[in-house]
């Protein structure tokens, strides 16, 4: 069992986690998978459900006494009772990403403590780029199923605000308010990325502000927010409060939130 109080050690665990069901989820992206609705309207492939399953069997190892909230198998209508301590799953983050094949969707695995995450994994296998984050923050290149080395990663932190600001949107989900919300706030170049690789360009320093007000669930923004966190950025709601989780009320929707690097950090 792994000590959930040594962030370092859950983050990397997790990454190893996302590394070894990344392997199915390659392998039905390099196929002519069939795309399904859920009942929510929203796509699902073999992907999603396939590297799941892996992705909860695995956690089982060292995190068995810990409920997971999984995108999937909370659709399936598996709802544990989170409270103080839980994981999130999501096994395909960006699921329009990968069906468009563009590469930009993500394996995403989170630790939530007091309703904050503490420690996670983002990794993107199509352009083979990962993100841990727990106590402090990494990055660097690993392949599909490859072990995971700390040796081999780059420590990462947000950057400090300068003359320009930078926000990234997503490729699938910018609107009116997004927008809004960047020009008032004097942003002077967008980029766009899709799934939780936004949350990630914040804390390598590649941009600045990562605003967000359309709806996400909790699965898809928590091992994004940790990592952010551990790389010295926060996430707050518009009006600058806490983001929070396991928000059982709303069925873990999230409302609004801003995600910050060195310009409000």
Partial sequence: MIDIQNRDSVAFEFARICSLASEVI????????????KDDKSPVTDADERAEKIILAELKKNFADIPVLAEESFSAGIRPQVDGVFILVDPVDGTKEFINKNGEFTVNIALIANRVPVAGCVYAPAIEKIYVGGQSAWTGDLS??????KGNLSDMRIREAGDTLTAVMSRSHADEKTLNFAEKLGVTERVSAGSSLKFCLVAEGSADVYPRFGPTMEWDTGAGHAVLAAAGGRVTTPEGNAFLYAKQDTGYLNGAFIAWGGLQS
Avoid: Q, T
């Avoid at 390659?26 to 609705?37: C, L």
């Avoid at 599909?144 to 080395?149: I, K, L, N, S, Y």
């Fill in 26 to 37: 390659m392998e039905v992206y390099n196929s002519g998978f069939e795309v399904r609705g």
């Fill in 144 to 149: 599909p199923g490859a072990e995971v080395d």
